[in-house]
Every structure is written in C-alpha cells, then in structure tokens.
C-alpha cells in the first residue's frame, strides 16, 4: 500500500509540473467543443479502434481489433459490448461498419459478415461467409446505394454483390486489386471501389479503371477511404447565403473612408471578393466532390468532372464529409486536415495532443482520488504497466502511447460532432471549431471607439469614443478586451457562455454560427460589413465559405439580464 502511495505521489507532482507549464500564446486557434476521450485508461474495453459509424439516433457503432463491437449511447456516458463469446459475433477484430438507409447495422469482421436489424441492438444469429458466397471470409469493406436492394462487399479476395444469392467479381472482370479497401456510391447510385491498387468505377458489363492525378510518383495508389461530400445541412446553406446579402448591404451603407484603413483596397474591390463568396455559396450542392485518402495524397473530384485532383500530399488514412459537404481527411501525423477548401488558412485538428490533454486530465484526477476508487480502476492498471515498462515521467509514457498510432477511421454525427478512431489509440469525439479573434471583434471594437458618424465639424477626424454605458447598435456590447477570448468551456443550443474574472464585468456570448438563428447571422454579417475593417470582414467572409463551425466572440445581447439572452 505504501508503495501505491509513493506512485501517486510521484505521478501527482509531475502532473503538477507539467500542468504548470507555459502554453504558447495564440491568436487564432481551432477549438474544440463537447470533446470525450474513449480508451483504456477511463475503462473503455479497447485502445484499438478500427472504425465507427453514427445512426441518426446518435448512437455510435464502435468497431475495434480485438474487443468486438462497442455501442455508445447518444449521450456518450455508457456503452455495451458486443463480443464473439457473450453476443454471437462471428470474430472480435471489426473492419468496416455500414448503417443502412433503413438502420440495418453491417458489420465487416476478419470472419465472415455480420448484422444487426433495425432496432434490434443485437447481431442476428444469420451470418455470412466464404461458403455462402463471400469472395473470402476477411470482409474489408461494405455499403448499400440509396433506395437499392443490393449489398456491396469488399473482401480480401474480390468484390461481392449480395442480391438474393452472391455474385463475385474479381481483377478478371477488370477491377484493378481484389483487395477491396473501401466502398462508396455517389448520388446518382454508381458504385466506387477502392482497392490496394487504385480506384475503379462499376458499369454494367464490368468494371472500369478510374486515373488519379500523379502524386509522388505514384499513379496507383493504395485507397484507403472515400466519402461524399453531400449537403447534409440546407438550413446553414440558407443562413451563408443570407450572410452574403447581409454583408452586401451593410457595404452599401458603409462610409467610404474607413476603406483603405488596413488593407488599402478600394471599396468595389471588397464588394467584388464578397459577391463571389456568394456566388460560391449558391452553387452550393451542384457539385458535389468525392474525396479519397491514399497512402499518396487526399485527392479530390467535383461531380461534373472525371478528373481527380491532388488536394493534398501525403500520407492519408481516413477521410469524411461534414455536414456541408466539405472534406476533412486523416494523416499519419495524428492530425486531421481540410482537403478540398480553396482557402489555406484553414487550421489542422492535431488529434495528438487533444488525445494527451485527455489523458493528462484523467491522470491528474486519479492523482486526485482515493488508492482503492473503483472508477479509476483500469487507470491504476495502466499505470502499473507503465511503470512495469521502465517509464518514469507519465509525459514520456503519453508520448510513447501515441507513438506509431494512426487514425482509422473518420466520421461526423448528424450534429456535427466529429468521431476520430485511432488504431492502437482510444476513441475521441469533438466538434471542430475554428476560433478567429479578429473577425467581429475588430469590428465590435472599432464600433464601440469610434461610434456611428465622424464628427460633423471635421469629418475627417476619427469619431470621439461613445460613453462607457452606451449600449452600440444592434445590440452588442463590449464584453472582454479583444485577444483575450478563452477556449470555449460549453456549448448549449448555439451560445457558450464565459464568464470573466470580474463578477460585476460583462460576460462573453460568443455563437457558434452554424447554430445561430438566421436573424443573428444575418445581424453580426450587416454590422461587421458596416463597421468593421476590411480584413476582418473579408476573414469572416471566406471563413464562412470554407467551415461552418466558426465562432465568433460578439455578444448577441440587449442587456446584462442573462435571461434577455437569445437562446
């Protein structure tokens, strides 16, 4: 017990020392929101995720290498476990998950195909293998087209049609590899396969070889997923679409001098760049990309197009759609990037250090706990085979632990949470927020310093600054100094609030915009148009283009009252 002790002892001031350290001063940064952590260490069955899937319930279908199949509830608290020797799964190491439109639950395992029937919450006792007609018994890949009958199956050995009885197709009938990586369909309900030497498209005599943009010197490389970028969300595409005709107008009442002020470029000039974001905007859904991860880039095709293009180089694992139709993709750096945007100053997601900062706060709290506390139990038990491995400072074990790991598999819920499955790695969801401190709050300020109009008696000079209570137009208030916006703590139907260090000051609204009323949107894009400078609206606008979870630090109120709040 003594020793048990000293341990906790130990690990309590490194974390301590660790947590004291500086963190390095950003001015725009990717936030994350409703973030969990699933993993051995809180007392998940698996480290080893190898793919996951979210029904429109919002229930999540975990598959892993070695546990079987984990379900989570929607409100991510408790889960259950579907293994081979309590439920009837066929085999305990998972490859693929597919939701069929009608909530069936496929299940591609390293033996045989499995499947759970609308509702059920079960494995069926029918299951299929190499002697019903499966290609082989490893099942790599599965997907259902829209309103067909028809199962797809990528195996090992040959694509499978699952139709009453079983057709195989193998590179006889022109496929490029016969092992089938992943599947997809695209919205007119042609079939894509990826396989471990290039991409195919299926016709009805066979199969046809689909060339990809050369990248690295490699014409035809490994697929490893693929995802549509459907537009999930019309109701956001109508709130950027009235953005844009707000910002319009707010430039058309804007005075002219405050053009120039930071950016030097005439006012037609910035009118010119938004009405294209709005053009940009209303082909929204017309084309709709197709986006690969190879072991040779992200590459991207636009619906009208056969061509694919190189989004981006490098090592890519996993790919998915949000809710917007716009790619994120995976790379073996444990980070999970833009693919496909126009804009580069999108930031990447660095799952790496989300995951660290997870575990150091569950280090810290069984630190904090009692020797014997039940609930850190399996946090106990890691830490005995870290230091059983001659680790010392949990910081190294951390680094250690993420070492080789790679990110499986990708997909967002229908709320826009983002699921992030790491092979050798746990289980982490977040909303991926992009943060940007200038956009409103330059606005916000330069409206509360210089008010509405210059003075009358020489409009040249910069207005005086407006008193102290004076409550500014639409509604907004100053509530913090600009740069000095925390990580957003919570997120509740769109608004998070932030308290600030003084009980008497203000406190911060800040809005998640794709969860702002259309009136709000429309409200902050006509002030930052009128009031703001040039960068700062141009910044909100091509954000707004290329992501829409950004948030913006404006307050979307009429008086201290919390409860005057719009929520």
């Not at 001031?13 to 973030?35: K, N």
Request: include cysteine; hydrophobic fraction near 40%.
């Amino acid at each position: 017990m003594t020793r048990r002790v000293h341990f906790f002892a130990w690990l309590w001031s490194v974390i301590i020392v660790v947590g004291l350290a500086p963190a390095p001063a950003e001015a725009c940064f990717s936030a994350t929101c409703d973030d969990l952590y699933f993993g051995r260490i809180n007392g998940f069955p698996s480290d080893e995720i190898t793919a996951v899937a979210v029904d429109r319930k919002g229930n999540v279908f975990v598959g892993t290498e070695d546990k079987g199949l984990i379900i989570i509830a929607p409100d991510g608290r408790k889960w259950r476990q579907i293994t081979q020797k309590q439920a009837g799964l066929s085999f305990d190491a998972i490859h693929d998950i597919w939701i069929s439109p009608d909530g069936t639950v496929w299940v591609c395992t390293a033996s045989g195909l499995n499947y759970l029937p609308p509702g059920s919450g079960s494995v069926s006792s029918r299951k299929f293998f190499a002697e019903d007609g499966l290609a082989d018994n490893v099942c790599l890949s599965v997907c259902q087209r829209e309103n067909a009958s028809e199962l797809w199956v990528g195996t090992s050995r040959g694509l499978v049609k699952k139709a009453g009885g079983f057709t195989r197709y193998t590179d006889a009938h022109g496929l490029p590899a016969n092992l089938i990586q992943c599947l997809g369909t695209d919205p007119q309900g042609n079939l894509w396969i990826g396989t471990s030497d290039g991409l195919a498209k299926a016709r009805f005599a066979g199969f046809d070889k689909v060339p990809l943009e050369q990248a690295q010197g490699v014409t035809d490389p490994w697929i490893y997923a693929m995802a549509w970028g459907n537009i999930q969300d019309q109701e956001f595409l109508k709130k950027l679409k009235a953005s844009y005709a707000a910002m319009l107008r707010g430039l058309s009442q804007r005075d002219r001098r405050l053009h120039g002020v930071d950016s030097g470029r005439p006012h037609q000039e910035i009118v010119a760049e938004i009405k294209a974001l709005q053009d940009k905007a209303a082909r929204f859904g017309n084309d709709i990309p197709l986006y690969l991860a190879t072991a040779n880039g992200a590459f991207c095709k636009q619906t009208g197009s056969d061509r694919f293009e190189l989004a981006q180089p490098g090592w890519f694992t996993a790919v998915a759609s949000n809710l917007l139709g716009q790619g994120y993709g995976a790379t073996t750096d444990l980070e999970v990037i833009p693919i496909g945007f126009t804009e580069s100053f999108m930031e990447n997601f660095p799952i790496a250090r989300l995951i660290a900062d997870r575990i150091r706060a569950h280090l810290a709290a069984a630190a904090r706990a009692a020797p014997n506390d039940p609930a850190f139990a399996s946090t106990t038990a890691m830490l005995e085979e870290m230091r059983a491995a001659g680790f010392k400072d949990p910081e190294d074990w951390i680094q250690a632990f993420l070492a080789n790991k790679r990110i499986s598999d990708l997909t967002f819920s229908p709320l826009g949470q983002l699921w992030v499955a790491v092979k050798g790695g746990g289980l982490f969801r977040f909303r991926p927020i992009y943060a940007n401190h200038d956009s409103g709050a330059y606005a916000i300020q330069f409206f509360h310093r210089y008010g509405f109009s210059p003075p009358e008696d020489d409009p040249a000079a910069p207005p005086p600054p407006p008193p102290s209570d004076a409550p500014g137009a639409f509604g907004f208030k100053i509530q913090a100094p600009q740069g000095d916006y925390p990580q957003v703590p919570q997120v509740t139907r769109g608004i998070a609030l932030v308290r600030s260090l003084s009980p008497k000051a203000e406190k911060i609204w800040v809005g998640r915009w794709s969860e702002l009323s259309l009136k709000e949107c429309e409200l902050v894009s006509e002030f930052v148009a009128r009031w703001g400078f040039d960068l700062c609206l141009l910044r909100l606008a091509q954000t707004l283009a290329e992501d829409p979870y950004v948030i913006l630090p404006v307050g979307l109120i009429e008086s201290s009252d919390p409860a005057a709040v719009p929520r």
